[in-house]
């Protein structure tokens, strides 16, 4: 598998199963898509706006659901499996990039999913995801939770060196620009200084800058 980021906000994503994981897939892809889950119950959990339609389909009716709501990905995660059986089928006859709750692995040579949801971490604009190829999804959960810490700040970091590019792109020559980017994003005192909240990463930053130019136009 090659992981990829997958733009949602024009699509629909339509999910089979309202139990604990129809409702954090939904959770997930309301952020950008229209999201449909069928289901004959739902759990008393939050599903992010997504629209709860009340049906319980058999293996049979699921193309018909396919053919209404015209989803880009499927997600199969009822608790019967002839029905996460169809949802597969269907979505992969029709090209539809498909998702089971219920199976890893060897399923995806089967052609029975095409699509992992990685644990995933959002610090815009940084994005992390993690997975273990559906060996221990407990253990994805886990990483998430230590990178979380390990990396609280990336993104006010990515934005700051976004601007330090944009700046540098005036007047500084690729190679130094390069240098003096990655010199920043390396220093233990710009992170320090991101991680405070104080008021000087950006200062910190050119002090570095200066620091990486001018070694350079000394050689
Ligand atoms: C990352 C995360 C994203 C999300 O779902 O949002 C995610 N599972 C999470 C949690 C979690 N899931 C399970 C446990 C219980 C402990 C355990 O079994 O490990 C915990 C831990 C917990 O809840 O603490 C049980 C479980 N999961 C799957 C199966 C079926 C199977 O493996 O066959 C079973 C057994 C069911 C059973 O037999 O009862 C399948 C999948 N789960 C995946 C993703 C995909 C592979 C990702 C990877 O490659 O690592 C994959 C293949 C399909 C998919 O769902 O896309 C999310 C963490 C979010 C976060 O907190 O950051
Ligand atoms: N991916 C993961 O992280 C993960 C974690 C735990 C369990 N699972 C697997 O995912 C599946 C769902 O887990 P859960 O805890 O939400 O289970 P659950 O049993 O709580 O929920 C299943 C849902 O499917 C619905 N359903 C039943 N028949 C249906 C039909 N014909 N059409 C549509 N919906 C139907 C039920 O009403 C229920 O809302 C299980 O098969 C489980 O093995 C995956």
Redesign the pocket.
């Known amino acids: 598998m090659i992981p990829l980021l997958h733009d949602f906000s024009e699509e629909a994503v339509l999910i089979f199963g309202g139990g604990p994981?129809g409702a954090?897939?939904a959770r997930?892809f309301a952020r950008e898509a229209r999201v449909v889950v069928v289901s004959p119950a739902f759990a008393d959990v939050e599903f992010g706006g997504a629209e709860r339609v009340r049906a319980a389909p058999s293996p049979d009716d699921v193309s018909e659901w396919f053919e209404q709501i015209e989803p880009a990905l499927a997600?199969a995660?009822t608790s019967d499996e002839a029905v996460n059986d169809a949802v597969a089928r269907v979505a992969r006859e029709r090209g539809t990039l498909r998702?089971?709750?219920?199976?890893?692995?060897g399923?995806v040579e089967r052609g029975q999913?095409n699509?992992?949801?990685?644990?995933?971490i959002r610090d815009d604009p940084v994005l992390l995801a993690?997975?273990?190829?559906?060996?221990?999804?407990?253990?994805?959960?886990y990483l998430?939770?230590r990178f979380e810490e390990e990396f609280a700040g990336a993104g006010a970091m990515a934005t700051l060196t976004g601007e330090l590019r944009e700046q540098l792109r005036e007047d500084t020559p690729a190679a130094q620009r390069r240098a003096a980017i990655r010199a920043v994003v390396r220093s233990d005192r710009v992170w320090k200084a991101l991680g405070d909240g104080t008021h000087t990463p950006a200062q910190e930053a050119q002090s570095v800058i200066s620091d990486v130019l001018s070694e350079m136009n000394e050689r």
């Open positions: 994981v954090r897939k997930r997600v995660a998702n089971r709750a219920d199976r890893s692995g399923a999913l699509v992992t949801v990685p644990a995933t993690i997975a273990t190829g559906g060996t221990s999804p407990a253990l994805s959960r998430r939770e």
